[in-house]
């Protein structure tokens, strides 16, 4: 969308519309739960501030996917994580940064099996998951649409 000044023509330049995110370093276990209360502030700001709508299943996955993306980041990296949250397209993309090279193991789903579900629930719940090698470790990214969809499932997508 282009915003435009009410003096274009005179000199001024156009407005141009920047990304809504926010981005925040975490370096212990303890500060999991801080990730989670940034993402449901930012959401909040997106509600309040922005007049973007933001359903509450979408405050939830949100929440979920900050929280264990940023979990595996501090049990499976060294040094610290950085969270970043934009929105785009209608939907909230949740980047995290470590400093392992190591990419994720995705497991087939399992029932049997105790613990290790994080990033399957990750990407049951989001419209896309994308990880990225990056010069110094990895970025994993994933997106979570804001409003409900009558014709779409729970994470976003339109069922045929």
């Given at each position: 969308?282009?915003?435009?000044?009410?003096?274009?023509?005179?000199?001024q330049?156009?407005?141009?519309?920047?990304?809504?995110s926010?981005?925040?370093?975490?370096?212990?276990?303890?500060?999991?739960?801080?990730?989670?209360?940034?993402?449901?502030?930012?959401?909040?700001?997106?509600?309040?501030?922005?007049?973007?709508?933001?359903?509450?299943?979408?405050?939830?996955?949100?929440?979920?996917?900050?929280?264990?993306?940023?979990?595996?980041?501090?049990?499976?990296?060294?040094?610290?994580?950085?969270?970043?949250?934009?929105?785009?397209?209608?939907?909230?993309?949740?980047?995290?940064?470590?400093?392992?090279?190591?990419?994720?193991?995705?497991?087939?789903?399992?029932?049997?099996?105790?613990?290790?579900?994080?990033?399957?629930?990750?990407?049951?719940?989001?419209?896309?998951?994308?990880?990225?090698?990056?010069?110094?470790?990895?970025?994993?990214?994933?997106?979570?649409v804001?409003?409900?969809?009558?014709?779409?499932?729970?994470?976003?997508?339109?069922?045929?």
């Amino acid at each position: 969308m282009d915003l435009a000044c009410p003096d274009e023509g005179q000199g001024q330049q156009p407005l141009v519309e920047r990304p809504i995110s926010v981005s925040a370093a975490f370096e212990g276990s303890e500060e999991i739960g801080a990730a989670r209360d940034a993402a449901r502030d930012f959401l909040m700001s997106l509600q309040t501030v922005h007049g973007l709508p933001v359903s509450q299943r979408a405050m939830g996955m949100v929440q979920l996917v900050v929280s264990e993306l940023v979990t595996n980041a501090r049990k499976y990296a060294p040094g610290p994580c950085l969270l970043t949250l934009e929105v785009s397209e209608g939907a909230v993309e949740v980047t995290v940064w470590d400093s392992s090279t190591t990419l994720p193991a995705i497991l087939a789903p399992d029932p049997v099996r105790v613990g290790q579900h994080g990033l399957e629930i990750v990407m049951a719940v989001c419209r896309s998951f994308e990880v990225h090698r990056e010069p110094v470790g990895k970025r994993i990214r994933a997106t979570v649409v804001l409003a409900d969809d009558p014709g779409g499932d729970a994470a976003g997508r339109q069922m045929m």
